[in-house]
């Protein structure tokens, strides 16, 4: 009889061995449903309590299910678990062990928000790895009307906690679409010495030096020149009634609706560039969450405490295959024996089909209770790819 490798027993001790390291004094009554949650999270690819108790088995095959479903659903409301918290030793724990690629350590991070059809809103700033993410930093609030979800001491939170997560020589690049033209978030960035790259509405006005005229007069960023096949800059104008002084890089018109207008204080140069992270960098996220991996938006009634616990656990579930699969991308020499297509080529130009969240959830159901050794990493060292 075959040996079976990656048992949900032996993945669980695992996974609770890596949260004694990290958190050293976490509850005994969480140490022991947190690591079954997220196996049953990846296992089922969703994060329903029901469906989380149908993929559990060994002793919990012993357990009526819905009793297993009440002692889940208990889990997310409990008041000694504090989802903030945890995330929070959980995510300096990684960063502490990031692997950054680049020798210039350029990182870029980036906030949004999420939201889970009218029912529930997430604010999350998150790093970009490769062309994809992991959440550094978020906060949950019911509905999608809650004022304190939009409000800029809210965002400034955020920022500020995941500026003191990286060494003052990272250059912090923070990427945001039009929704965050806020000269408080811009002028809040540069205090902290990072760099903001940020898109802008075209209606913003702003002080430029106009050629006809001969002299520097008011217009709005929808009316600056854009040339056809290459960046422009505007250095050093002045924005918005605050007379904010700070730089705009306009993209190219050719071959788009609009070009993207840029506030920046950083380089000019890599403005459009960077911008384009963003895109990979969070929404990568919000799709593995929802309609690609965990289907988030199958939860539409709990209260938010139980929903900020899910959510929690669930960019747990998000971090770890995230950080499986840039381990599979990075040391691919442990995984001789398993061929997943990660890139095609196409044209002359490689391109990557399937994302680090996809190739970690692959393995993983590959490796699970299998005959054949597959490696699961539960160093949660996470590599920049």
């Keep these: 009889m075959n040996k079976v490798y990656n048992t949900q027993e032996e993945i669980a001790t695992k996974l609770k061995n890596f949260l004694l390291e990290c958190f ?55 008041k ?21 690629k680049h020798t210039d350590k350029r990182i870029h991070i980036i906030f949004d928000h999420m939201f889970s059809h009218d029912n529930y809103t997430v604010f999350m700033i998150s790093l970009r790895v490769g062309k994809q993410g992991i959440p550094l930093w978020f906060r949950c609030f019911k509905g999608n009307d809650d004022p304190n979800a939009f409000d800029e001491e809210t965002l400034k939170q955020g920022i500020t906690y995941v500026s003191s997560l990286f060494p003052d020589d990272y250059d912090l690049i923070f990427l945001a679409d039009r929704w965050f033209n806020s000269i408080s978030l811009l ?33 709005t960023t ?4 854009a040339h056809e ?16 002084k700070t730089n705009i890089v306009l993209s190219k018109k050719k071959g788009v609706k609009e070009p993207w207008i840029i506030v920046t204080n950083g380089d000019l140069n890599k403005a459009i560039k960077d911008y384009g992270y963003r895109f990979g960098g969070i929404e990568c996220i919000f799709k593995s969450q929802k309609s690609n991996g965990l289907y988030m938006e199958s939860t539409v009634k709990a ?57 970690g959830l692959t393995l993983f159901n590959c490796a699970f209770n299998s005959s054949k050794y597959i490696r699961i990493t539960f160093s949660f060292i996470l590599y920049d790819t």
């Excluded at 096949?229 to 007379?243: A, G, M, P, Q, V």
Aim: aromatic share 14%.
């Design 80 to 100: 000694l678990f504090n989802p903030y918290d945890f995330y929070d030793k959980l995510i300096k724990f990684v960063i502490s062990k990031y692997k950054v």
């Design 24 to 78: 050293g004094n976490i509850r005994k009554t969480q140490l022991k449903i947190i690591p079954y949650i997220v196996i049953g999270m990846i296992l089922a690819e969703s994060v329903v309590a029901s469906d989380i108790a149908k993929n559990l088995k060994g002793n919990f095959s012993l357990v009526q299910h819905d009793s297993v479903i009440r002692r889940i659903k208990r889990f997310f409301t409990n």
């Design 187 to 219: 002028e809040h960035i540069a205090s902290l010495g990072r760099t903001y790259t940020i898109r802008l509405k075209g209606n913003i006005r702003c002080y430029v030096y106009d050629k006809k005229e001969k002299h520097a007069i008011w217009k």
């Design 303 to 359: 209260d938010i405490k139980y929903f900020t616990s899910m959510y929690t656990i669930a960019c747990f579930t998000t971090l770890f295959l995230t950080i499986f699969g840039s381990d599979f991308t990075k040391n691919s020499k442990c995984y001789r024996n398993v061929k997943i297509t990660t890139h095609k080529i196409s044209n002359s130009i490689r391109k990557r089909v399937m994302s680090l969240f996809n190739i």
């Design 229 to 244: 096949n290459r960046s422009t800059f505007y250095k050093d104008i002045l924005i918005t009634n605050n007379e904010f």
């Design 222 to 225: 929808g009316d600056l020149l």
